[in-house]
Every structure is written in structure tokens, then in C-alpha cells.
């Protein structure tokens, strides 16, 4: 009696299994016939986004719904399939469809834990469920998920769907795959990772919303070790490695960091033209855009547009706290700062912070994503003022103030401020037109504006050269006398009619001097003269041969000083026919694109100087400019830039009334550089800020990179120049004269 009181319940149990099985296997008939094609994974077609790189093939922006880059398995490392494997499925190559044996251990962890914590999800029904099917927790989903992955393990290999896996996870971020995850997360391709951070991104799969590291790093960082850990259990890595790696867990970079090379306004640019070239629908076709940049000199550019701005602003002082916000007199919580700083972003290196005490001595500050952090000493310095206990209200510093944190060259955190100020560097061949860096502005993320491109600004004193190679032209030279004396101009046309008296920088006047010296101190009263000699009807036709727009420079004696408006880029490619032997050459970004197969779709062909692209301007009246140009950096206005230790770079300041803008142009003969420094609504830069002092610094840090291993250069004197004894009495050759300079050989003058 008693064994047929045991053995009824499980005659039950028996007898509601078959059921069950019947009822499965009912449904496996039912749904088996339904499911979708594997059309979709084995002719895989994933959207893949526009991807901008540099030259040198360097990823520098992404653009499409989905951030994708797709590899082939053998171009995964071996550390990244492993990490996979580690955290999601490490009897992958063992088992088949579904995993029983991992089924089992799930259903035991769940019991013995109360709740449904472990899962049991194969990768092959992860690829399933990505590629066909929703994320909803119901029975027919599960059963669809476990038939499809039958269907695709019966179809397709254990490496084919690994790969597929591989490319197809969402992982966080709109990254989709590793490959993209990578550059997301890291700013690197997948191969540049080190163990650590592959663990971190093989972690991302069960959620990547929970264990995102920029979103939640503390949990995504337990996570990886998890990842770490598993990959020791299964001899993935030795010891020596895992201690490595989770002492080194790697840096995530910052939202507004993903790409190694900072290149916003290029992508942009190409971001542009591409949708204007084939449509929206790029987004979504895998095309490649290789672009003129080099990664060393973008990133050069970019650090030296920074380090001048950041400069300049120091120089004018420290302007008080960003914001304020209310902060309790009770204890807080980073969660509670972490929400306060919520409408701060991180920028350009410049990091949002919250004070929560401050004096004179000491400044404790939560920093947005870092932490708290305590300032004292130097890294209070700039901020001294607004620390002081009479400073000034606006400038007060105080707990509730919102400032900005960063990092010194020496790793120290000290107060500083988000610039008002703006600056661009556009830098090219001056032979073929490539840009080889482009800077539009401070930050991206804060204005798109690209004032490189769209910037037209009044260049000032660096627009003189063109005045003095139109009078090359009219058989001026360098060694021509000319009076730099104070006058007065009476023009309708200037002043609003009324008498127009300019004045020299600093108001100094060294009385006749040659045109070479004129030029290298930037005279304005030399400038002036020469351009009502040769006549500004004749300077204004002249200068639309290097690009200029006649409708912005007007024909009046204030063209002599750059009163007209010209953007960066036009001056680089104006001064690149002094640089090149006097050929105009066509500024280009774009060098070619590839489509999603490889093929070249598109290839730019330059003009080059001296093959196909047109001299505007003879090679004797380039050579003498270019010496003329290389006297500014000897003994005038940039003598600062021969820390370059170079003799052969030439350019020229400039500056405009009231110091509005800064200007530096300058070049090596390979290579031309623009650094252009001013507010965007125009005013003064302040007592000083001459082209000299605010841009030629930005010029000389980009070219101290992008110069290097370039050789020095050396030029013979061209056909139809001479350099003759000057007599410096009456700026003609005279064989007793006691200076050397260069003149047509078919003038006196």
C-alpha cells in the first residue's frame, strides 16, 4: 500500500513529462515550418556605416544608425574569441545547438540561489534571437530560438557563427559587433586592445546597458573580472597575464574621445559631401572615405590649436564659476554630484566639477565620472582670485560652484575654465593641395561652426605680401627704398569720407628703408605707399591669381593692411603659390572611396604644381618672395619661430585694428600652415595679442611635429634673378654697393 502511495505522484510526473514532450514536439511541428530563411546570415548584409579614416588609416568618424565593422574570424585575436568564449560559451565548440550539460548547471544555480540568475543561452541562440527574433520571455520564442539555432548549427559552421556572433551583438553605445565596440569604447581597433579590455568588452553581451563603463563603471569593471577570472579557469591566460590584467583594467575613453586621431571637422566635412554625393542611403553601405590627413599632423594640430587657446586664456585671467548649483549642508552622495554635474559635459579635456568645500588652502571637488578630488597649491593658482576671502562675487568660489578640472603635461589636476576665445590651423601640400590637418575651432562638441572654412576674417598684415608681389610685378624689389612716415588719407571711399590717418604698430617710424625690411617689421606706412603706387585697381585684379574673392577685399588703400575678409583656407592655398614656385593649386580632403567590397569608386586627381596646375605668378617673382618671407622669420616680426631651428621656413604675421584678429601663415617649401586666433562675435584679443604672440606660438607647435624628418631644403637662384650689390643710399645695384640682394635681370629699378 505504501509503494503505491510513493508510486502514484510519480506515475503523475511521468505521465505530465509526456505530455509535455507531445506538447513540445506538437509545437516543434508547428513552428519548425515557419521559421525564417537563413538567407539574412548566410549572404550576411549587415548596415555598415560611412567610415572616415586618415591617410595613414587611422579611423576618424563613424556615421550611420548602427556603428559596425565587420571582420572576418581570422581577424579577430585569439584573446578576444577567447574572452567571448569565457563569458558566454566556453563549451561552444563542444556542444551542439543547445547546451544541456550548461541547461543543468543553470537550473541548479537558479534553485540553490531562489531566482532566475544563470542563463543558459548558447551563442548560437543568442545569434539566433539577434538575427530573427525579439528579446520577449515567452515559451514560443524559446522554442523558435532553440529550433533556429538547430536550423543554423545544421547550415553553418562553428567558426561561421562564431563570426556572424562577432559582428552582430549589440553591445552598448550604437556599437554593433567588437569591431566597433573597440574604437567605442577605447578610441583603437580590436587588435590594439590589451586582455584587460577585451575582458571588458566580452562582458557586454549579457547587458549592455548595465555594464556599459562609461555609463556604469563600477559594475562593468566586476563584470570584467568575472570575464578575467573565467578565462583563468579555463587556461585562457596564465597567471602572470591575469595578475596583469587586473591590476591594469585600461582606461575607457571618454564620449567625446572614441577616435585616436581628433579629426571633427574633417569627418564632418566628409560627413557633408557624401550625402550630397550619393543621398541618405550612405549611411547604411559600408562606404570607406580615405581623406588627406596625416594622423601625426591632424593630432599636432589639434593639441597645438588647443595649447594656444588654453594659453591666451590664462593670460586674461580667471573669470569665475561656470554655474552653481544647490547643494544640501548635509552629507552627500556621489550619486546625488554625479546628478548635479548631469548638464555638464566633459570638453576637450576640460572636466565639470562640483565644489563641495573651499578656501584659499584647499578646494574638494567631485569631478564628473573621476571621483572626488582634492586641490591645493599650485593646482589652486589660477584660481587664486576667486578663492580669496574678499573675491568678488562673480568670480567667488564657493560650495554649489561648477568649475572646470585639468590635467596638466604632469599628470596634476588643476582649476581652470572653458575658453571664450576661438582659434583654427589648416595646414596643407602646398605641391598638391592635400590637407594634411584641418582644425575648425576649440571644440567640436560645443560649435560646428568650422572656422577654418567658414571663417571670413580680416588677415591683416598677412595679406601685405600679395601687395608686394604685385609690385614685383611692376619692377618694384626688395631692395626699393620707401618712406615709412606717418600720413593722412583723403578717400571718399575710406573712413566715411573722412581724412584717414593710419598708424604704424606701437606708432614706431624708422623714416626710407627697403621693401625686404619693410615687409619683415610689417610697416604699415611702407604698405600703404606701395599699394597707391602700383594702384589699388591693379592690386585688386592681381590678387584673385592666389584665390582671393574680388567682392571682399574692395579697392581702397585699406587693402594694403588685409581690411578685406578671407577664410584660413584661403590664405593657405593663396601663400602656397609663394611656396611652391607660383602655381595655383586646389585645396582637397577627400583622396579616394572605397565601397563595401574594396572597389575604388572614386579618386581624386590633383593638379600639381609644375604638372598640370596653372602658374598664376612668375617663378622669379615667387623665389624673391619666399626670401622676402623667410627675412620676417630672420629679423622681423616672427623671429620666434626659428626655435625650429630651420632655415627654410618663411610666412608672415598679422594682425588687424584693435587687434580683433591673430594671424600666423607661414611654410616650409613642401608644406603650408594657418593659424588663425579670434572671438567669434569680433573684438579685441587684448593689449598684446599680436599675430606674433596669440598664433605664431599655434604655428610653431604644429610645425615642430609635422616637420620632422622632413630635410632641409635648398633652392638655386632661377633664371632671370641676380643677386647684386645694393647701393643702400638709393635701394639700386651698384657694383660699390655694400648689401647683397636679388633683382630682375632685366630692370634697374
Known amino acids: 500500500m505504501l509503494f503505491k502511495r510513493l508510486l502514484m505522484p510519480f506515475g503523475v510526473l511521468m505521465a505530465l513529462g509526456l505530455i509535455g514532450a507531445g506538447l513540445v514536439a506538437l509545437a516543434m511541428a508547428l513552428i519548425y515550418p515557419s521559421l525564417p530563411s537563413l538567407e539574412a546570415m548566410t549572404d550576411y548584409r549587415p548596415k555598415v556605416p560611412l567610415r572616415v579614416f586618415t591617410a595613414d588609416n587611422q579611423l576618424i568618424g563613424e556615421f550611420g544608425e548602427e556603428k559596425r565593422i565587420v571582420l572576418k574570424l581570422h581577424a579577430v585575436p585569439l584573446r578576444m574569441r577567447q574572452a567571448i568564449l569565457a563569458a558566454e560559451d566556453d563549451r561552444f565548440y563542444q556542444h551542439g545547438a543547445v547546451d544541456y550539460q550548461g541547461i543543468l548547471r543553470a537550473l541548479f544555480a537558479d534553485i540553490f540561489s531562489g531566482s532566475a540568475k544563470e542563463g543558459a543561452s548558447t551563442i548560437t541562440m543568442q545569434v539566433a534571437r539577434n538575427f530573427f527574433l525579439s528579446n520577449e520571455r515567452t515559451i514560443t520564442r524559446k522554442v523558435s530560438e532553440i529550433l533556429l539555432a538547430y536550423k543554423i548549427e545544421s547550415n553553418l559552421s562553428k567558426d561561421q557563427i562564431l563570426e556572424l556572433y562577432i559582428n552582430q551583438i549589440y553591445l552598448g553605445q550604437r556599437a554593433y559587433g567588437f569591431g566597433a565596440a573597440a574604437y567605442v569604447y577605447y578610441g583603437k581597433a580590436l587588435d590594439q586592445l590589451s586582455v584587460s579590455e577585451m575582458a571588458m568588452l566580452a562582458g557586454l553581451p549579457k547587458a549592455p546597458s548595465r555594464y556599459n563603463p562609461m555609463i556604469n563603471p563600477k559594475r562593468a569593471a566586476l563584470r570584467q573580472q568575472y570575464v578575467l577570472r573565467r578565462m583563468r579557469e579555463l587556461n585562457y591566460i596564465n597567471v602572470a597575464e591575469y595578475s596583469y590584467a587586473m591590476e591594469h583594467p585600461g582606461h575607457v575613453a571618454d564620449s567625446h574621445s572614441t577616435y585616436s586621431v581628433k579629426a571633427d571637422y574633417v569627418a564632418e566635412m566628409v560627413r557633408q559631401y557624401m550625402v550630397k554625393a550619393y543621398g541618405e542611403r550612405v549611411y547604411g553601405l559600408g562606404y570607406k572615405v580615405i581623406t588627406t590627413l596625416y594622423k601625426a599632423n591632424q593630432n599636432a594640430a589639434f593639441e597645438a590649436v588647443r595649447r594656444g587657446v588654453m594659453a591666451y586664456d590664462h593670460r586674461h585671467g580667471y573669470r569665475g564659476p561656470e554655474d552653481s548649483v544647490e547643494l544640501p549642508d548635509h552629507a552627500i552622495t556621489d550619486a546625488d554630484l554625479e546628478d548635479a554635474l548631469s548638464d555638464y559635459d566633459v570638453s576637450n579635456g576640460l572636466y565639470p566639477a562640483v565644489v563641495v568645500d573651499a578656501s584659499v588652502q584647499e578646494v574638494r571637488a567631485y569631478v564628473k565620472s573621476l571621483g572626488m578630488m582634492v586641490l591645493r597649491g599650485n593646482q589652486l593658482s589660477f584660481a587664486h582670485a576667486g578663492l580669496v576671502a574678499n573675491a568678488k562675487q562673480n568670480i567667488k568660489i564657493q560650495r554649489g560652484s561648477i568649475i572646470r578640472l585639468e590635467q596638466d603635461e604632469a599628470g596634476l589636476w588643476t582649476i581652470s575654465q572653458y575658453p571664450k576665445v576661438e582659434s583654427a590651423l589648416v595646414s596643407l601640400d602646398s605641391h598638391t593641395g592635400a590637407i594634411r590637418a584641418l582644425v575648425g575651432g576649440f571644440d567640436f562638441d560645443n560649435s560646428k561652426y568650422n572656422h577654418a572654412l567658414q571663417a571670413y576674417r580680416q588677415p591683416g598684415s598677412s595679406f601685405k605680401p600679395f601687395i608686394y608681389s604685385a609690385a614685383l610685378e611692376k619692377g618694384y624689389m626688395p631692395a626699393t627704398l620707401m618712406d615709412d612716415l606717418p600720413l593722412t588719407i583723403n578717400d571718399p571711399n575710406i573712413n566715411g569720407g573722412q581724412p584717414w590717418q593710419p598708424h ?193 606660438p599655434i604655428w610653431i607647435d604644429y610645425m615642430n611635429v609635422a616637420l620632422r624628418g622632413v630635410p632641409e631644403s635648398t633652392e638655386s637662384i632661377p633664371t632671370g634673378v641676380a643677386y647684386v650689390p645694393i647701393n643702400p643710399a638709393t635701394g639700386k645695384p651698384d657694383k660699390a654697393g655694400s648689401v647683397m640682394d636679388y633683382v630682375y635681370t632685366d630692370t634697374t629699378q
Open 504 to 696: 604704424n604698430y606701437e606708432n614706431e617710424y624708422l623714416g626710407p628703408m627697403p621693401l625686404r625690411l619693410a615687409l619683415a617689421k610689417s610697416k604699415n606706412m611702407v604698405a600703404i605707399r606701395l599699394l597707391r603706387a602700383i594702384t589699388p585697381a591693379y592690386a585688386h585684379q592681381y590678387i584673385t591669381r592666389f584665390g582671393f574673392e574680388a567682392d571682399r577685399h574692395p579697392p581702397y588703400l585699406s587693402m594694403a593692411l588685409g581690411s578685406g575678409l578671407a577664410t584660413p583656407m584661403q590664405m593657405a592655398s593663396a601663400y602656397a603659390v609663394f611656396a611652391n614656385g607660383g602655381f595655383r593649386i586646389k585645396p582637397f580632403y577627400i583622396d579616394h572611396i572605397v565601397d563595401a567590397k574594396g572597389k575604388i569608386i572614386s579618386q581624386t586627381i590633383p593638379h600639381i604644381a609644375g604638372e598640370g596646375a596653372e602658374q598664376v605668378i612668375d617663378e622669379r617673382n615667387a623665389f624673391i618672395m619666399r626670401s622676402m618671407l623667410k627675412e620676417v622669420i630672420l629679423q622681423g616680426t616672427a623671429v620666434k619661430a626659428q626655435v625650429l631651428g630651420r632655415s627654410d621656413l618663411a610666412g608672415k604675421t598679422g594682425t588687424t585694428n584693435d587687434l580683433v584678429d591673430a594671424w600666423f601663415t607661414g611654410f616650409q617649401p613642401s608644406l603650408v600652415a594657418v593659424a588663425w586666433v579670434g572671438f567669434d562675435k569680433p573684438s579685441t584679443l587684448g593689449s598684446g595679442e599680436t599675430g606674433a604672440h596669440a598664433a605664431l
